[in-house]
């Protein structure tokens, strides 16, 4: 897990031969463990067996729409990126 403004290049999921992507609830569980004091954001869903989960977060200190996000390994449930807004 880094923490950075950016992600160098879009985080990616790595697919399990017969296994399904974790439950949502499950997904969010983690990323909101991991910021717990951010409001929920924007979920955008995987659209490929490669796309990580992303999950928008607003902290207090990012703009109104929320600069902060969780990018999960959709089969692992492992958190490959935490880019956060202004910190």
Known sequence: MTFTRKPASEPVS???PGKIPLELTDQLKTARATLPNAMLGTIYFPRKPEDALSIR???PQDDENG???VYLDQ???NILEMPLGDV
Do not use: T
């Open 75 to 77: 089969y692992s449930g």
């Open 67 to 69: 600069q902060s996000y």
């Open 57 to 59: 977060f607003k902290l």
């Open 14 to 16: 790595i697919p399990v």
